[in-house]
Protein backbone atom coordinates (compact mmCIF):
# COMPACT_ATOMS: atom_id res chain seq x y z
CA UNK A 1 0.00 0.00 0.00
CA UNK A 2 3.08 2.35 0.99
CA UNK A 3 4.14 1.66 -2.98
CA UNK A 4 1.18 2.54 -4.43
CA UNK A 5 0.69 6.10 -2.12
CA UNK A 6 4.21 6.84 -3.08
CA UNK A 7 3.53 6.30 -6.74
CA UNK A 8 0.20 8.74 -6.20
CA UNK A 9 2.48 11.35 -4.45
CA UNK A 10 4.90 11.40 -7.38
CA UNK A 11 2.47 11.65 -9.65
CA UNK A 12 0.68 14.65 -7.82
CA UNK A 13 3.85 16.33 -7.73
CA UNK A 14 4.32 16.25 -11.28
CA UNK A 15 0.66 17.45 -11.72
CA UNK A 16 1.19 20.09 -9.49
CA UNK A 17 4.73 21.40 -11.22
CA UNK A 18 2.78 20.67 -14.73
CA UNK A 19 0.27 22.73 -13.76
CA UNK A 20 2.38 25.10 -12.28
CA UNK A 21 4.25 25.98 -15.46
CA UNK A 22 1.18 25.92 -17.40
CA UNK A 23 -0.56 28.59 -15.78
CA UNK A 24 2.31 30.36 -15.15
CA UNK A 25 2.81 30.85 -18.38
CA UNK A 26 -0.67 32.80 -19.51
CA UNK A 27 -0.59 34.71 -16.27
CA UNK A 28 -0.45 38.52 -16.82
CA UNK A 29 2.17 40.85 -15.53
CA UNK A 30 1.29 41.81 -12.32
CA UNK A 31 -1.39 38.87 -10.99
CA UNK A 32 -4.57 39.82 -9.53
CA UNK A 33 -5.11 37.95 -6.26
CA UNK A 34 -8.81 38.70 -4.75
CA UNK A 35 -8.60 39.54 -1.04
CA UNK A 36 -10.62 41.54 1.00
CA UNK A 37 -8.52 43.41 3.64
CA UNK A 38 -9.94 46.42 5.11
CA UNK A 39 -10.96 48.06 1.55
CA UNK A 40 -8.52 46.87 -0.74
CA UNK A 41 -10.52 44.07 -3.15
CA UNK A 42 -7.61 42.40 -4.88
CA UNK A 43 -3.65 42.37 -4.33
CA UNK A 44 -1.11 42.88 -7.92
CA UNK A 45 1.85 40.68 -7.59
CA UNK A 46 4.66 39.90 -9.55
CA UNK A 47 4.26 37.07 -11.70
CA UNK A 48 7.84 35.25 -10.48
CA UNK A 49 7.26 36.14 -7.08
CA UNK A 50 3.98 33.92 -7.73
CA UNK A 51 5.61 31.52 -8.97
CA UNK A 52 8.95 31.41 -6.55
CA UNK A 53 6.29 31.50 -3.38
CA UNK A 54 4.38 28.40 -4.63
CA UNK A 55 7.87 25.91 -5.48
CA UNK A 56 8.86 27.41 -1.46
CA UNK A 57 5.47 26.19 -0.71
CA UNK A 58 5.80 22.94 -2.54
CA UNK A 59 9.64 22.09 -1.17
CA UNK A 60 8.39 23.27 2.03
CA UNK A 61 5.63 20.79 2.28
CA UNK A 62 7.40 17.97 0.72
CA UNK A 63 10.46 18.07 2.92
CA UNK A 64 8.47 18.24 5.74
CA UNK A 65 6.27 15.42 5.21
CA UNK A 66 9.75 13.29 4.28
CA UNK A 67 10.95 14.26 8.17
CA UNK A 68 7.42 13.57 9.40
CA UNK A 69 7.86 9.86 7.46
CA UNK A 70 11.15 9.39 8.71
CA UNK A 71 9.99 10.49 12.16
CA UNK A 72 7.27 7.82 11.92
CA UNK A 73 9.87 5.20 10.97
CA UNK A 74 11.68 5.80 14.00
CA UNK A 75 9.18 5.64 16.94
CA UNK A 76 9.92 3.02 19.69
CA UNK A 77 7.58 0.60 20.46
CA UNK A 78 4.64 1.07 17.91
CA UNK A 79 3.34 -1.36 16.56
CA UNK A 80 3.99 -1.96 12.98
CA UNK A 81 0.55 -1.49 11.55
CA UNK A 82 0.42 1.53 12.86
CA UNK A 83 3.47 2.96 11.46
CA UNK A 84 2.47 1.84 8.37
CA UNK A 85 -0.76 3.62 8.90
CA UNK A 86 0.77 6.78 9.88
CA UNK A 87 3.08 6.50 7.04
CA UNK A 88 -0.03 6.43 4.34
CA UNK A 89 -1.37 9.01 6.15
CA UNK A 90 1.33 11.49 5.57
CA UNK A 91 2.14 10.53 2.45
CA UNK A 92 -1.38 10.62 1.40
CA UNK A 93 -1.68 14.17 3.39
CA UNK A 94 0.64 15.15 1.35
CA UNK A 95 -0.95 13.93 -2.18
CA UNK A 96 -3.75 16.44 -0.39
CA UNK A 97 -1.67 19.54 0.22
CA UNK A 98 -0.89 18.93 -3.47
CA UNK A 99 -3.89 18.89 -4.78
CA UNK A 100 -5.27 22.40 -3.10
CA UNK A 101 -1.93 23.29 -4.39
CA UNK A 102 -3.25 22.52 -8.31
CA UNK A 103 -6.51 24.06 -7.38
CA UNK A 104 -5.09 26.97 -6.02
CA UNK A 105 -3.30 27.69 -8.92
CA UNK A 106 -6.27 27.19 -11.26
CA UNK A 107 -8.60 29.66 -9.50
CA UNK A 108 -5.80 32.18 -9.79
CA UNK A 109 -5.70 31.52 -13.72
CA UNK A 110 -9.48 31.08 -14.04
CA UNK A 111 -9.41 34.87 -12.25
CA UNK A 112 -6.40 36.19 -14.15
CA UNK A 113 -8.14 35.15 -17.80
CA UNK A 114 -8.97 37.99 -19.70
CA UNK A 115 -11.14 35.97 -21.69
CA UNK A 116 -13.62 35.75 -18.87
CA UNK A 117 -15.13 32.72 -19.72
CA UNK A 118 -17.25 31.25 -17.42
CA UNK A 119 -15.86 31.45 -13.97
CA UNK A 120 -18.83 30.96 -12.18
CA UNK A 121 -19.08 27.66 -13.02
CA UNK A 122 -15.70 27.20 -11.42
CA UNK A 123 -16.87 28.30 -8.05
CA UNK A 124 -17.09 25.38 -6.62
CA UNK A 125 -13.13 24.30 -7.29
CA UNK A 126 -12.49 27.02 -4.15
CA UNK A 127 -14.09 24.50 -1.79
CA UNK A 128 -12.51 21.05 -2.86
CA UNK A 129 -9.13 22.10 -1.66
CA UNK A 130 -10.37 22.76 2.06
CA UNK A 131 -12.63 20.10 2.33
CA UNK A 132 -10.28 17.03 1.24
CA UNK A 133 -8.23 18.65 4.11
CA UNK A 134 -10.64 18.58 6.32
CA UNK A 135 -11.58 15.00 5.20
CA UNK A 136 -7.61 14.00 5.75
CA UNK A 137 -7.37 15.77 8.98
CA UNK A 138 -10.56 13.61 10.27
CA UNK A 139 -8.76 10.54 9.16
CA UNK A 140 -5.67 11.03 11.24
CA UNK A 141 -7.79 10.96 14.00
CA UNK A 142 -9.77 8.12 13.04
CA UNK A 143 -6.59 6.32 12.56
CA UNK A 144 -4.78 7.37 15.69
CA UNK A 145 -8.53 6.84 17.97
CA UNK A 146 -8.31 3.12 16.23
CA UNK A 147 -4.82 2.66 17.75
CA UNK A 148 -5.84 3.91 21.02
CA UNK A 149 -9.13 1.57 21.35
CA UNK A 150 -6.92 -0.89 20.44
CA UNK A 151 -4.30 -0.34 23.34
CA UNK A 152 -7.53 -0.37 26.00
Same mark, same amino acid.
Given at each position: ?38 G??? +?? $????? &? ?5 ? =??? @??? !? ?29 ? +?? $????? &? ?5 ? =??? @??? !? ?5 G ?5 A ?6 L ?15 M?? &?
Amino acid at each position: MISIVKAVRVISSLAFLGVLLYVYAYLPDPVKLPVDLGGIRE +LL $VNKGN &LFYVMVG =IFA @IVS !TTSFFVVRLINTLPGSEISFKKNLTNWSLSF +LV $VINIF &LILSLII =IGI @INN !TERAGIGHYATLAYVGPVLLVIWLFLLIFVVAKRLMAR &L
